[in-house]
């Protein structure tokens, strides 16, 4: 097996996205990431990242600079997607994508990195802060409607 | 600071001198009368995303030393004059072509953009014409900001007037002067020529000229969502053309990319050619390496809509179940409960199929690659695999003609290949009664 390669995304990686987020969650929803894709792809296509190994695509990182928001307003890279295939953890894909996509923000201005992590992903949590995030100055709220 | 994508980079914005800038606006307003529409659709589409600019948009970040050739490591040309007499005539002409394929793109898709029967296709593709327009305005630029006159008499005014003359039939390259049959055209053209404008910006990114290569990554960057204009839509037909009902079959799919792919391989150029434009370090791979990378993507595009086809056609079978008889189909080229390789699927033509130029133009190869020794049913065998409404074309009817002759031996290789729509040379061809040009000149101020 060769070294997983990291590169820019494609409109040719939604099925791969599609795969990994399948077998993470077992659901198979290629509309859901038809958009995320054209998102990115018509905004900044250079930024979000895929690892691709013997052809297939084994990780992702979606991410875009962007300020403005929650009234912050230096250019924010916001890392908002990310998965690595079940099969290919542990190898180090998860740290060279972020890398790679923190990289990016760099170059495109942004000072600071953010995203959001749901309690429960405990596993994602511990990677974040193993890549040097901390918790911020701000609290996610949220209340039914 | 708003929330809305910064543009890439470290970029510069250019407008042209009045005069071409409004060349253009009269060439949009004849060409491509939709334009107004997308500002005023573009916040439900395309939400936060950085207003469409007619403009230059150069890229800062460019290498200053040439990245390959002969002169690798010398210093890139600032101004024609600065690259040797052979490169800065090659690229002029690269640049007047890649304008032509621009605005040809256009006016192709302006054709058919009402047949669209989903809004936001609709918008996409509007976006699409738009940054093709933005492109084509990048490529003016090349020509009006620099001192041509090295390599050529024709002064900057004309060279621009040549290009807004060009006309479906008229534009340098033979996929610019087909006319489009239906909005499958529209997003099918999308994943398979501008998938070859990819390739060509990207080899140009190396470009020994400056400007030049220094226009090519906000381009790219465009060209990504063009990309999935064509993809995306494609994807959603063939979940679609698994119900009864479909809108857009499989077939008609197939017939579409049969059109098109050929013409998408002959914009590489001749396969035994590229090594000059690599020798005077105006492009980074020769034609023929650059197609088989083109086929590759291409066969990756098929196997991906394949696979979301049977996946919409055996909803009961999970990724695996799908992928292994993806696989099975694709190797024994067979049936699969109701589904049959041949049929049903998306299948990509021989490279030497419906081919007019390069190595195996007018060689009689079939859709699998098969040699026809009769010109009659090879010509029989590509008609029956193209769009209808394609078939009953000028185009196909000169093709076919070509064909036979070429076959029967009355007709050379050489001058078939020149038969095909070639660049017309025409001036001050604006349909407005009141003016004969597209670019005016400011009248001089008097005393």
Redesign the interface.
């Known amino acids: 097996m060769s070294e997983a390669r990291i590169r820019a995304l494609?409109?040719?990686d939604?099925?791969g996205l599609t795969?990994i987020d399948?077998a993470i969650t077992g659901r198979?929803r290629?509309?859901v990431w038809?958009q995320r894709?054209?998102y990115y792809?018509?905004?900044?296509?250079?930024a979000p990242k895929v690892a691709e190994q013997d052809g297939k695509v084994v990780g992702f990182m979606l991410g875009?600079?962007?300020?403005?928001?929650f009234g912050l307003?230096?250019?924010t890279g916001w890392i908002e997607f990310f998965g690595v295939d079940p099969t290919t953890r542990g190898g180090g894909i998860g740290r060279r994508l972020t890398e790679a996509l923190l990289a990016h923000f760099r170059?495109?201005?942004a000072k600071i990195a953010r995203t959001m992590v749901a309690a429960r992903d405990e596993e994602i949590a511990k990677f974040l802060g193993a890549m040097g995030f901390t918790a911020a100055p701000l609290t996610a709220l949220e209340r039914p409607l | 600071?708003?929330?809305?994508?910064?543009l890439?980079?470290s970029e510069t914005t250019k407008e042209l001198p009045k005069a071409y800038h409004d060349a253009v606006l009269h060439w949009q307003r004849h060409e491509f009368p939709d334009y107004p529409r997308l500002a005023q659709d573009w916040e439900h589409y395309?939400p936060k995303?950085?207003p469409f600019c007619l403009c230059a948009r150069i890229a800062q970040n460019v290498s200053d030393t040439i990245d390959v050739g002969d002169r690798t490591g010398q210093p890139k040309a600032m101004a024609p004059r600065d690259l040797e007499p052979e490169a800065a005539h090659q690229l002029l002409a690269i640049i007047r072509a890649q304008a032509s394929t621009e605005f040809g793109s256009i006016q192709q898709h302006q054709a058919t953009l009402y047949r669209a029967n989903d809004p936001a296709d609709q918008a996409w593709v509007l976006?699409v014409m738009a940054e093709e327009l933005r492109h084509g305005y990048q490529m003016i630029h090349l020509l009006t900001s620099a001192d041509w006159s090295p390599v050529t008499d024709q002064k900057p005014a004309d060279m621009v007037e040549e290009i807004l003359s060009m006309k479906t039939g008229s534009h340098v390259l033979a996929a610019f002067n087909l006319e489009y049959d239906s909005f499958v055209d529209n997003v099918v053209f999308c994943a398979v020529i501008d998938r070859v404008g990819k390739y060509q910006l990207t080899m140009q990114k190396v470009a020994a000229y400056k400007p030049f290569a220094a226009s090519m990554p906000p381009m790219l960057?465009e060209e990504?969502?063009h990309?999935?204009t064509?993809?995306?839509p494609m994807?959603?037909w063939v979940?679609k053309a698994a119900e009864p009902s479909a809108l857009v079959t499989m077939d008609q799919l197939q017939r579409a990319l049969s059109k098109w792919f050929a013409r998408g391989l002959e914009m590489f150029g001749d396969e035994r050619g590229g090594e000059t434009n690599v020798k005077l370090g105006l492009k980074d791979k020769t034609n023929r390496t650059a197609q088989e990378e083109y086929i590759a993507?291409c066969e990756?595009?098929l196997d991906?809509l394949n696979?979301?086809y049977l996946?919409a056609r055996y909803k009961d079978k999970d990724?695996n179940a799908v992928d292994a008889i993806y696989a099975g189909l694709k190797k024994e080229r067979g049936r699969y409960v109701g589904v049959s390789w041949d049929e049903d699927l998306l299948k990509l033509p021989h490279r030497g199929f419906f081919r007019r130029r390069g190595e195996l133009a007018f060689e009689p190869i079939g859709f699998d690659g098969a040699r026809f020794e009769d010109v009659e049913t090879y010509i029989a065998h590509v008609l029956v695999r193209l769009p209808e409404a394609y078939r009953a074309s000028q185009d196909v009817k000169h093709w076919a003609d070509t064909q036979r002759k070429v076959s029967r031996g009355e007709m050379t290789l050489k001058d078939a290949v020149r038969s095909m729509p070639r660049l017309a040379h025409v001036g001050g061809a604006c349909p407005c009664a009141n003016s004969v040009r597209w670019v005016v000149e400011e009248a001089a101020p008097t005393a």
């Open positions: 494609t409109e040719l939604i099925d795969r399948e198979y290629p509309e038809e894709v054209v792809m018509r905004r900044d296509p250079d875009e600079v962007r300020g403005g928001e307003d230096e250019p170059e495109r201005g | 600071m708003s929330d809305r994508a910064p890439g980079g395309f995303d950085q976006r960057r990504a969502f990309l999935a064509g993809v995306v994807r959603r979940e993507e990756q595009m991906d696979v979301r996946r990724r």
